[in-house]
């Protein structure tokens, strides 16, 4: 996962924003992703941004896209502390048709009363 | 067929012992991946299969570790002469071929592996 970069954790107050940022690799990625991983668990698909799109916005989820700087964003309005989870971006990388889902090394978002 | 099944949860084994894991997709999805996720790390790409055919097994780890997905649906992940480096979360995914518009994985919830 290190052709995917995230800052590697994040602590908020309860109610606040929290805003997790990755730069990804490949200017050519089509989809790049975010995904929760909660302890003990799976990754959970939150949101996904096509690469046309500068922002996405889904419920308390806003997804930002700088293509020119390879920058995506996963802003978390008024963060409960349910949101407390590692939070991995994603894309695919990869070459000649085979393409190989790529993960960041996660952000942990800590969430406090 | 809710999600992705993977079994066993946890595994202990004693060093040198053979282990396997199954993994069964979500039924209509094609591809069918295989991660390996250490403390603090994100998920570490091993292989992944469309349909029954292994289309890159360049990233499994060492010789030790092979992968199965003889009938297209469930899989199997086997390392042989286990080692206490082999120590991690081993998950699974599905998706649907890239190709559409639904390049999403769907993970399981991952065997834990201890090797003592």
């Known amino acids: 996962g290190e052709d995917v970069e995230q800052s590697l954790f994040l602590s908020v107050r309860e109610g606040d924003s929290s805003v997790i940022n990755c730069t990804y690799t490949?200017?050519?990625?089509?989809?790049l992703y975010w995904y929760k991983q909660e302890p003990g668990a799976g990754l959970q698909l939150l949101t996904y941004?096509?690469?046309?799109?500068d922002m996405k916005q889904d419920q308390r989820l806003t997804v930002l896209l700088n293509k020119k700087d390879k920058h995506l964003s996963l802003r978390i309005a008024d963060t409960q502390t349910g949101d407390s989870a590692i939070y991995f971006c994603?894309?695919?990388?990869?070459?000649?048709?085979?393409?190989?889902?790529?993960f960041g090394r996660g952000t942990s978002l800590i969430v406090h009363p | 067929d809710t999600g992705v099944s993977q079994n066993p949860r946890h595994k202990i084994t004693k060093r040198g012992q053979n282990v396997t894991f199954r993994c069964d997709p979500i039924s209509e999805h094609n591809r069918l991946y295989w991660y390996r996720q250490t403390l603090g790390q994100g998920p570490e790409f091993l292989t992944y299969?469309?349909?029954?055919?292994?289309?890159?097994k360049s990233r499994l780890l060492s010789d030790r570790f092979s992968a199965e997905r003889p009938k297209g649906s469930f899989s199997t992940l086997e390392i042989q002469r286990t080692e206490q480096g082999d120590s991690a979360m081993y998950l699974c995914?599905?998706?649907?071929?890239?190709?559409?518009?639904?390049?999403?994985?769907?993970f399981g919830s991952g065997t834990q592996l201890s090797v003592l």
């Open positions: 941004i096509f690469s046309n799109m």
């Open positions: 299969f469309q349909n029954e055919a292994q289309l890159e």
């Open positions: 994603a894309e695919w990388l990869g070459s000649g048709g085979s393409y190989i889902p790529t």
């Open positions: 995914a599905s998706s649907l071929a890239p190709g559409r518009r639904n390049e999403k994985l769907f």
């Open positions: 490949d200017s050519s990625s089509t989809y």
